[in-house]
């Protein structure tokens, strides 16, 4: 069992919803990367999502591209994402890491060589937001021939026969964007998020996470009764650009920890809701 | 699809009917090239846009539509044109220009727009969005969508805005919004990646004309489709004047439209060489270009897989050329497949002999080409001398160079 599923196994036992934190690796530091990791698990997050910075994010939003500007300035690669998690592995042997990004610095490195080298990092899985089901045949055979698991996005354009073939490739858990646009979109509708889900639910067995839009503990909170995982990620890292401009990086890790907090007890309490209610 | 295409105007009997050449297969793959890289929220409009585009080349009506804008709209038939002082003053094979800077708006890209844009309202879509470098594509969409009274927003990056006023001033006439992109290198790449954010945005109204053979499937295939017009009448010209097909078919690449667009008519008639020229900008050796056929490796950008200027990270690299419209770390997928292939070849010449190139066409024979072109009438003053006087060169004069007067008098050290 990969540690996505034992992770995902726990949270259904108790009953709660996973909260998913995403940074983009390098931003500011790698040194604050690493802190940060720590700091989100200890407020909460039960799965850490790792941007790999990429000079064309095409699927980025405004703040997630400046952070991948503040990473790449700095020479941020994949093989250093990939050093960052070996250290969080150091001491947590327990959080599954997924590694956010775009195809081409894999394709760049190979996609076995990544795989493997991936694998040894301590790294859980893979999100290749620009690789469908479509093109990820050998991406799909290198990833999982590590015992990697391989994440997929699906959209409010994905219509049945697009869930079915993504059923057929995803591993560990599927991620549903909840707007059309960006990542950090906001007008997040819970209404047609939960019949999509439906939807998606009738064809995919995994966990099923929900992000792009969701910068409040009200929305997190709405969001988790649907769904099994809240994915936050502007959100988060808008505050990692303040701090960072008002070069306040030491803060960092504190500011998002409390804002994690207050996501995590409001996703507690819509749980503890539903199982009483 | 790729045997409707004989059906997109030109007037040439259907050459290529029993084509053997069969690229891209069904997943939009040129070999190992092209794909549909993209992602989840585009895959489906990316199917409804193949759907509507295999129904509608078939479609008698709207083939009616598109010929008869190409001839009352753009003035299509372009002329080929004996460049016979120029061919003397070299001394070698004879040279013959596409002039396809005589189209409305000034160069090849308007084909492309037209087709596309024709197709954006048959599938009901009432805003479109492109991006541009040069402008010349920005202008050539913000044209038809006036035309067609669509909404029409343009991407651009800020580098790019501030060199080609003009084009940026044409287009706001026309209508159309110019965004000045900002993020990373703000030049035509960026610009791509901003419309392609716009079109996760709104794909519900929205249709994306991509003004080059690049993007995801079905895109190469569709833009060298509506750009073939050019070699399938060229083709028939060449034949018309001289009697026989050219020796050498030569084009200037950037993302590589009006090259595809002359090459692909040609590509099953063995005796004809494709040359494809790229912008060395300072030298191939400096790493200051835009070559990435010439000086680049494999990789994947903007929904395809191709030749690509990327860093030992796979992170893409800045790109340099004096020519706006060259100025592309990308190219199209079909383009790696042909040089992989050995079908074409592709060389690189620098913004100093384009500069020469454009002096020259413009003394000689009174035609002032694009930058982007003087790339290709360089390497065709490099290759005629070495050629016999009854062979012939056709090169794609994809556009005029009036957008490029200030630049070239800035580097003259003038200021209009
Ligand atoms: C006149 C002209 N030629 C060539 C190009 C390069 O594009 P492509 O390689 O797609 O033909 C441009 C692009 O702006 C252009 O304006």
């Known amino acids: 069992m990969s540690r996505i599923q034992r992770r995902f196994e726990q949270l259904r036992a108790a009953g709660r919803t996973a909260l998913i934190p995403f940074v983009t690796a390098g931003d500011p530091t790698p040194e604050l990367t690493l802190a940060l990791m720590h700091r989100m698990v200890s407020a909460g997050a039960d799965l850490i999502e790792l941007g790999v910075p990429f000079s064309d994010p095409i699927a980025d939003g405004p703040v997630i591209q400046r952070a991948t500007e503040r990473a790449l300035a700095q020479g941020i690669s994949l093989r250093d994402v990939l050093a960052i998690v070996r250290r969080f592995r150091e001491t947590d042997n327990e959080t599954p890491v997924v590694l956010m990004g775009y195809l081409n610095p894999i394709e760049v490195m190979g996609g076995e060589v990544f795989a493997q080298a991936a694998r040894e990092a301590g790294m859980d899985g893979a999100l290749i937001v620009d690789v469908p089901p479509e093109e990820s045949h050998a991406l799909v055979d290198a990833v999982k021939a590590q015992g990697l698991d391989l994440v997929y996005l699906l959209a409010p354009t994905s219509d049945a026969a697009r869930i079915e073939a993504i059923a057929e490739v995803a591993s560990g858990f599927v991620y549903y964007v909840s707007v059309k646009g960006v990542t950090g979109a906001g007008h997040l509708d819970v209404d047609e998020v939960s019949s999509k889900l ?59 920890g409390d804002f994690l907090g207050e996501l995590r007890a409001a996703i507690d309490e819509t749980d503890h809701g539903d199982q009483h209610g | 699809m790729a045997t409707r295409a004989e059906d997109l105007g030109g007037g040439e009997p259907p050459v290529m009917a029993a084509k053997a050449y069969q690229w891209p297969d069904a997943g939009g793959h040129f070999g190992p090239y092209g794909g549909m890289f993209v992602p989840e929220t585009l895959m489906h409009p990316l199917t409804e846009l193949r759907q509507a585009y295999a129904r509608y080349l078939g479609d008698p009506d709207f083939l009616r539509e598109l010929d008869a804008d190409l001839r009352d709209y753009v003035g299509r038939p372009s002329p080929v044109y004996h460049a016979e002082r120029w061919s003397r003053e070299l001394g070698g094979a004879q040279l013959f220009l596409k002039r396809e800077d005589l189209n409305h708006t000034g160069a090849h890209k308007v084909n492309n727009t037209i087709g596309q844009a024709l197709l954006a309202r048959r599938m009901g879509k009432t805003r479109i969005i492109a991006e541009t470098g040069a402008g010349q594509h920005g202008v050539a969409s913000a ?32 209508g159309a919004e110019v965004v000045a992109v900002k993020s990373g290198t703000r030049t035509l790449k960026d610009a791509l990646n901003e419309a392609m954010r716009d079109w996760v945005t709104n794909v519900d109204n929205t249709f994306y004309i991509i003004g080059t053979v690049a993007g995801p499937h079905p895109y190469p295939a569709m833009v060298r489709d509506f750009q073939s017009v050019i070699g399938r009448e060229a083709r028939g010209q060449m034949i018309e004047q001289t009697g026989r097909l050219p020796d050498v078919v030569m084009a200037c690449v950037g993302g590589g439209s009006n090259a595809i667009g002359l090459f692909y008519p040609f590509i099953e008639d063995p005796e004809v060489a494709m040359i494809g020229v790229e912008a060395a900008g300072d030298g191939l050796e400096t790493g200051r270009h835009a070559a990435p056929l010439c000086a680049g490796e494999p990789g994947v950008l903007h929904g395809n897989r191709t030749y690509l200027m990327e860093d030992a990270n796979g992170q893409i690299r800045e790109t340099h050329s004096v020519s706006a419209g060259l100025d592309y770390p990308g190219v199209g997928p079909e383009h790696a497949w042909l040089k992989d292939s050995g079908r074409a070849s592709y060389v690189a010449v620098t913004d100093d002999e384009a500069l020469a190139a454009f002096h020259g066409l413009t003394r000689t024979e009174g035609i002032i080409p694009a930058l982007e072109t003087s790339h290709a009438l360089a390497q065709a003053s490099k290759l005629a001398p070495t050629m016999r006087k009854d062979q012939s060169i056709l090169i794609n004069l ?19």
């Open chain 1, 198 to 256: 439906d939807a998606i639910r009738a064809r995919i067995e995994l966990p099923v996470g929900v992000g792009f839009g969701i910068n409040t503990a009200a929305t997190a909170a709405q969001v988790a009764r649907v769904a099994d995982a809240v994915i936050v990620g502007s959100a988060i890292v808008g505050r990692i650009e303040a701090l960072a401009e008002e070069g306040q990086v030491e803060r960092i890790p504190a500011v998002v």
């Open chain 2, 143 to 174: 044209t038809v969508a006036a035309r067609l009274g669509l909404e029409c927003v343009v991407y651009m990056g800020e580098v790019d805005v501030a060199r080609q006023e003009a084009n940026v001033y044409r287009m706001r006439l026309l």
């Open chain 2, 398 to 416: 994809s556009g005029r160079g009036d957008k490029d007067m200030q630049t070239v008098a800035r580097l003259e050290g003038l200021q209009l």
